[in-house]
């Protein structure tokens, strides 16, 4: 049992190490996902925001590690 | 037909994601195989890669029933959440916030975890180190089956994903069997840093796709998302912390 809770928290941190990153990549997606479901913007708009909220995400969140650390 | 510039991002990613895996996974093996004996290191490891095969069995059928866009979005998700880890870490890593993985230091660490037990050396096997080296294959393992599924469904690569990974698992076998050693000179840092680029650029063409996005250029994009994440990942390196990113570039 301790080791299938082990895997599990292990299959777990597989996408979620740092919360902010977590948080603020779905947050991105989901920006997109209404781009592209609820205010129908052109395609590429979609794309655009998500390569670029990603980016950003990246930089924010390594930033705020680097400061930390 | 499955074209080279469709193929060969995801077996690369593939291959490079589950060499640096299966090499932490072997200074676990090698440790338990050098300090407890070889019989618990390769019953562990059967036992772990049986289990890998069956998770690998369980999921195929569930994969097969859902519909594309949904499978894409879902695994492009997956994949951001796991690239952008990997590559916010070797970011991390490059500009000495975080140590350098090493290898030696992993494998003497286990060793001395490991230390042998005269009490339990005979006929019977020692199940505690049999579990060590179980435990390293299906942790480290779980990350390859996730690395060539995610590359691999979206567009029937399953395959030569598959086959990229077991490439990389013969190679570090080989060569481990060679040196006999923990496999400490490789460049486990950039390696990481690489796959988290292919595995973020693989992310965002997904999630796009899963989203409707006809990205110009089809599969040509995901190398341009590359360069896009290796460009940002290198200067945000040396931007905020150049000391750190002379001593340990990617």
């Known amino acids: 049992m301790r080791l299938l809770a082990l895997v599990f928290a292990e299959f777990v941190g597989m996408f979620i190490d740092d919360e902010f990153l977590a948080v603020a990549l779905l947050a991105v997606v989901g920006f997109a996902a209404v781009l592209a479901f609820f205010v129908h913007a052109p395609a590429f708009l979609v794309g655009v925001a998500l390569l670029a909220g990603c980016l950003i995400v990246l930089v924010a969140s390594a930033v705020k590690g680097i400061r930390r650390g | ?250």
């Not at chain 2, 440790?31 to 049986?50: E, H, I, K, M, S």
Request: proline share 6%; charged share 10%.
């Open chain 2, 1 to 250: 037909m499955i074209g080279w510039a469709t193929a060969a991002p995801a077996v690369s990613a593939a291959f490079l994601g589950s060499f640096v895996e299966v090499v932490e996974a072997f200074t676990i093996v090698l440790a338990v195989g050098t300090v407890r004996g070889w019989r618990p290191a390769l019953v562990g490891t059967a036992a772990g890669l049986v289990l890998l095969a069956v998770i690998v069995l369980a999921l195929g059928p569930v994969l097969d029933r859902m519909p594309l866009q949904a499978l894409q979005f879902v695994i492009g998700v997956l994949l951001l959440l796991f690239g952008l880890r990997w590559l916010r870490k070797a970011m991390l890593r490059s500009a000495g916030v975080i140590p350098l993985h090493d290898e030696t230091a992993a494998y003497t660490v286990e060793a001395a975890a490991l230390s042998p037990d005269p009490g339990r050396a005979g006929e019977h096997l020692d199940w505690i180190a049999a579990l060590v080296a179980f435990k390293a294959i299906v942790l480290e393992g779980l990350e390859v089956v996730f690395i060539v599924i995610a590359v691999g469904a979206g567009r029937g690569l399953l395959v030569p994903a598959g086959l990229g990974a077991l490439a990389a698992c013969c190679l570090v076998l080989a060569v481990g069997l060679c040196v006999h050693k923990p496999l400490s000179r490789v460049p486990e840092n950039n390696l990481k840093y690489g796959v988290g680029v292919m595995l973020s650029a693989f992310g965002v063409f997904w999630t796009g796709e899963g989203l409707g996005v006809d990205w110009p250029g089809h599969d040509l994009a995901v190398p341009l998302f590359a360069a896009a994440f290796l460009l940002v990942g290198v200067a945000t390196t040396r931007l905020v912390h150049p000391a750190g990113a002379r001593r340990a570039a990617p």
